[in-house]
């Protein structure tokens, strides 16, 4: 089911700093897809793909980009529509400023994602030091009091959102990481 429209500056900001910061960086293609829509208009799943192919450093064959979930995501968030084979963006009428703000955020977006995918998260000794350090500078006290953090923006890429859980799935290997 479709969510309600990206179709303004606000949102759209909101968008990339909530929805793309929040996910784990498994891959760079919903910031791309934007970027590449909003610097050059509507364009088809394979001018897309092309755009994927070139940004992840050409590991894949360029038609493994047309079947990745992007557009399928974008879609369902509101972000794109799509017209037989062409994707276009909802948001329009935005000035020059306010479009180089978008892409200054996804270019950050993409510098984090590029980083993250070198170091991962912290090992974790290493990441409840730094999560320790967190809750004293912020005066977290409990996990709702952490889970507020994760959700402000805050919260370092290298440290999960849900710490406990992940070293625990990683020490029983049931985790995918």
Not at 131 to 149: C, M, P, S, T, V
């Amino acid at each position: 089911m479709a969510k309600p429209p990206v179709d303004t500056f606000e949102k759209m900001i909101n968008f990339i700093q909530t929805q793309l910061r929040s996910k784990k960086f498994v891959a760079n293609y919903q910031p791309v897809m934007i970027k590449f829509l909003l610097q050059n208009g509507n364009q088809s799943k394979q001018q897309i793909a092309q755009e994927l192919w070139k940004q992840n450093n050409m590991e894949r064959n360029s038609s493994f980009y047309l079947s990745v979930p992007v557009y399928r995501v974008l879609v369902n968030n509101g972000v794109v529509t799509k017209q037989g084979n062409i994707f276009s963006l909802i948001l329009k009428n935005i000035s020059e400023l306010e479009k180089q703000s978008i892409i200054d955020e996804i270019n950050s977006s993409i510098s984090r994602h590029t980083e993250f995918a070198k170091t991962g998260y912290l090992p974790f000794v290493q990441a409840r030091v730094r999560a320790r350090e967190l809750a004293k500078q912020y005066d977290l006290k409990n996990g709702k009091d952490w889970q507020e953090f994760v959700k402000s923006g805050n919260k370092p890429d290298n440290i999960p959102s849900s710490p406990a859980e992940y070293y625990k799935k990683k020490k029983t290997g049931k985790g995918k990481e």
